[in-house]
């Protein structure tokens, strides 16, 4: 079963990734993360310091996304 995740739900989890001091491995499966949402998410990963590992599996992300996971893994 895929959960379909809002904007504004990809929005709040960028606010709490930000603020998140703690968290080190983050795992979002079947999601299927679009574009929009992958961008929010790369917005609040931007500024996280504790995430070490991220699995983003199963979310049939496209080709055209891999500006935004390179900018996730740069940063």
Not at 15 to 35: D, F, P, Q, V
Not at 59 to 70: E, F, M, T, V
């Amino acid at each position: 079963m895929n959960i379909t995740i809002s904007t504004y739900g990809w929005s709040s989890l960028a606010e709490g990734l930000a603020c998140a001091r703690s968290l080190e491995t983050l795992r979002i499966n079947l999601c299927e993360l679009e574009r929009d949402g992958l961008t929010k998410f790369a917005d609040g990963m931007r500024t996280n310091q504790s995430v070490i590992a991220i699995d983003l599996s199963f979310n049939n992300i496209k080709d055209s996304c891999g500006d935004i996971l390179a900018r996730i893994i740069a940063d």
